[in-house]
């Protein structure tokens, strides 16, 4: 498959069919027959192929880049679809999210102006409608996608900011979150010019919720110090432990102390959908809300977005240039939604969300969410029935951890072999998870988005994960016992 004109146009149109069809056959194969989460290969020996790519000598055809890329890229990628895939919130991907994807890179629509978009922007904006509907934020709500959780957190924070900085010193705000928040939380703190310590770590409870009693007297020795509480950041699923804050109690504190809150929902967002919606109770009462629909709406890289329940706060992030969204586009009513975002050329990522709401519908995303839920409850009581274990929370949402514990054996000491088995199980290939500290001590962590994931294949994960460890214990286990 050689080519001289390689730019989609109406004169290659047939090529670009053919190519991208090949493409996604070659992908379509690998998925087919994967038989392990990861080959385990060494990152020096890959390393070497990639860097023996001479990028000044093109190959000029198609089947052989196709080729070339099936070693460097697609034999030793990680595969999120493969069920024993239990590391990080990766999700196998809805098939009609991929149709959005090839739909929306080819015709590269770019969301910032009406001008580059038209109908993208206005099926954005449906679904931020929609999204905010169901998180009850109010008729002045809106928002905007953006590119992850991360830059969501950032924008929530941004407007709160510029809610609460008018004439305050910024070394003078502070940001409250619990210890399970995400450290993005600490990095837009950081971006946004806050002092080292405007982050102020609420303790949690045993299960990894936020302490109301201890958001409280944070606040009030924030108020006693003269400091002003800049913003709640509550979190809906965190990373770690999938545990939701007590939202209703949180937003009344917040209210009291006039702090903007933010709701992190970026892992917890699948609840919308699902028929555990009551576990969002009290989100509705939110400043701004961030959902990753990469994360729990089974969404390919990147969809995310930020909403607002008072469309009047993104006039924060409004800035008129000339040659794009001039202030009297805005008189016009011409909708850009450049002047809500943080980024100028924005991907179209809103219609892969779009084309799983049209074919699968919500609820159909919402049973794949409360599968994985119901497999890690049903995996808790595995590892909670499991003396080699211990596990340190009930699941809320689909997350375990847990640690290789047998009696008798110092908490150091299995710390590395706790350690040693999640490497050595990655370097095998034959599972893949993810390890977490709790309490200054190393743990093993699964994170479950995969419906197709049985607890048959969490008991042999488990073994192998014992057997590992075990092997690295070797003597010290057999004194122990
Ligand atoms: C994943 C996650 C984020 C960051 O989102 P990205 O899409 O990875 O940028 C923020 N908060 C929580 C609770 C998360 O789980």
């Known amino acids: 498959m050689t080519f001289t004109s390689p730019l989609l146009d109406a004169h290659t149109a047939a090529l670009y069919r053919s190519l991208v ?15 392990r989460p990861f080959t385990g290969i060494a990152p020096e020996r890959l390393a070497e192929e990639v860097a023996a790519v001479d990028l000044d000598r093109p190959l000029r055809d198609a089947t ?14 990680v595969y999120f679809h493969h069920p024993r895939y239990l590391a990080h919130l990766n999700c196998p991907v809805a098939i009609p999210a991929l149709l959005g994807e090839a739909v929306l890179s080819a015709v590269n629509s770019s969301l910032d102006t009406w001008d580059q978009s038209a109908g993208g922007t206005l099926i954005e904006r449906r679904l931020i409608e929609w999204t905010a509907r169901r998180l009850g934020l109010g008729p002045a709500a809106d928002g905007v996608f953006t590119s992850g959780g991360t830059q969501s957190n950032l924008q929530a924070l941004l407007l709160a900011r510029e809610e609460a900085s008018a004439g305050t010193a910024l070394s003078r705000l502070r940001v409250f979150t619990s210890s399970c928040g995400h450290f993005s939380v600490v990095k837009a703190a950081r971006l946004l010019g806050l002092g080292e310590d405007a982050v102020v770590g609420v303790p949690c409870d045993r299960d990894r919720r936020m302490r109301p009693g201890a958001l409280a007297r944070e606040l009030d020795r924030c108020r006693r110090q003269g400091l ?5 950041v509550a ?14 109690e949180i937003a009344e504190l917040s209210a009291a102390a006039g702090a903007w809150l933010h709701v992190d929902a970026a ?43 008072d469309r009047a706060a993104l006039r924060h992030v409004t800035y008129h240039a000339d040659y794009l969204n001039p202030a009297r586009s805005a008189a016009q009513g011409i909708p850009n939604q450049v002047d809500k975002s943080l980024q100028t050329t924005r991907r179209f990522d809103a219609l892969k969300l779009w084309l799983t709401l049209r074919i699968m519908g919500a609820d159909g995303v919402g049973e794949l969410f409360d599968a994985v839920i119901d497999l890690a409850a049903e995996a808790w009581t595995l590892l909670d029935a499991d003396p080699r274990f211990e596990v340190v929370v009930r699941p809320r949402l689909s997350t375990l951890v847990f640690r290789y514990a047998p009696p008798g054996v110092s908490a150091g000491t299995l710390d590395r072999a706790n350690l040693h088995a999640a490497a050595a199980l990655s370097a095998s290939g034959a599972a893949a998870v993810a390890t977490t500290v709790v309490d200054g ?7 479950l988005l995969n419906p197709r994931t049985t607890t048959g294949d969490i008991a042999a994960v488990l073994d192998l994960l014992a057997g590992h460890a075990r092997a690295y214990l070797g003597d010290d286990l057999a004194h122990a016992s």
């Open 235 to 248: 979190t809906a699923g965190t990373t770690d432990f999938g545990s939701i804050d007590p939202l209703p």
């Open 64 to 77: 052989a880049a196709l080729d070339e890329l099936e070693h460097l890229y697609l034999r030793d990628a």
């Open 21 to 35: 069809t090949a493409g996604v056959g070659r992908v379509a194969d690998r998925i087919a027959s994967v038989d």
């Open 441 to 447: 001590r190393h743990h093993l962590k699964f994170t």
């Open 228 to 232: 002003v509480p800049m913003a709640v």
């Open 267 to 309: 892992y917890g967002c699948g609840l919308l959908v699902s028929r555990r919606r009551h576990l969002l109770d009290g989100i509705e009462h939110a400043d701004s809300v961030t959902v990753d629909y990469h994360k729990s709406f089974f969404q390919p890289v990147s969809s995310s977005a930020v909403l607002v329940r």
